[in-house]
């Protein structure tokens, strides 16, 4: 299994809709979780973390934990074309103590 | 523009070639990190340094030698690397060992062509 787990789609939503990324883990002592954003050629940017289960919101983004299920979301209200790239989720902590990556999911937004 | 530097953006090198990657942070962050990153993978971590103290991938191959000269400075020295090394190599650096929930901030990477 797979410490980190997303779809790697993608996933094509309309300009302006809601986009819905998931990601699950596996080690339960894992304690940080990221959503990094990264366009083709480039490095990751960070662009939200969560410690705490619940929702946390900046901006267009929401960050859901839930670890009693050990499932992360991203959501992305009013999507831009410019939003279109891989978001890689990433969780922290646990066994190795390391930022571990999921496979990233592809994001397509259509004008 | 990112805190973490690393040169050159670009790099191609032949396979009996001895290169440096280099890495600078100046956000008093005590942890660095290498990782790297093959096209529609997700990075993978190579080494961390924290507190100028190396923690090894052991799967990573010894023509990969890291170096920590001080706590602002990382770099990765290549020799006698394969075709199958080229690959976005990213720097990264974070607050403490832990992250802290911090997260990690990333270089622009070094993008490596092996020929």
């Known amino acids: 299994q797979k410490e980190v787990e997303q779809n790697s789609g993608p996933l094509s939503v309309p300009e302006g809709a809601i986009a819905s990324l998931n990601c699950t883990y596996s080690?339960?002592?894992?304690?940080?979780f990221f959503w990094y954003r990264q366009y083709s050629g480039k490095s990751p940017e960070l662009i939200m973390s969560?410690?705490?289960?619940g929702d946390k919101e900046d901006g267009r983004f929401t960050a859901q934990l839930n670890k009693a299920s050990q499932y992360v979301s991203l959501l992305i209200r009013d999507s831009q074309p410019s939003d279109s790239a891989t978001y890689l989720c990433?969780?922290?902590?646990?066994?190795?103590?390391?930022?571990?990556f999921g496979t990233g999911t592809l994001l397509a937004v259509q004008p | 523009d990112t805190e973490v530097t690393q040169t050159p953006k670009h790099l191609v090198m032949g396979m009996t070639n001895k290169k440096s990657l280099k890495c600078e942070q100046h956000m008093g962050h005590r942890a660095m990190y290498w990782y790297k990153q093959k096209a529609k993978k997700p990075p993978e971590l190579m080494f961390v340094y924290s507190y100028e103290k190396l923690s090894i991938n052991e799967s990573v191959p010894s023509r990969f030698s890291p170096e920590c000269p001080n706590s602002s400075l990382l770099n990765l020295h290549l020799h006698a690397l394969q075709p199958e090394d080229s690959a976005l190599y990213l720097c990264?650096?974070?607050?403490?060992?832990?992250?802290?929930?911090?997260?990690?901030?990333f270089g622009s990477g070094t993008r490596l062509t092996v020929v």
């Open positions: 080690d339960r002592g894992s304690q940080s």
């Open positions: 990433a969780a922290l902590g646990g066994a190795t103590n390391k930022l571990i």
């Open positions: 990264a650096s974070s607050q403490d060992r832990a992250g802290a929930g911090y997260g990690y901030t």
């Open positions: 969560i410690y705490s289960n």
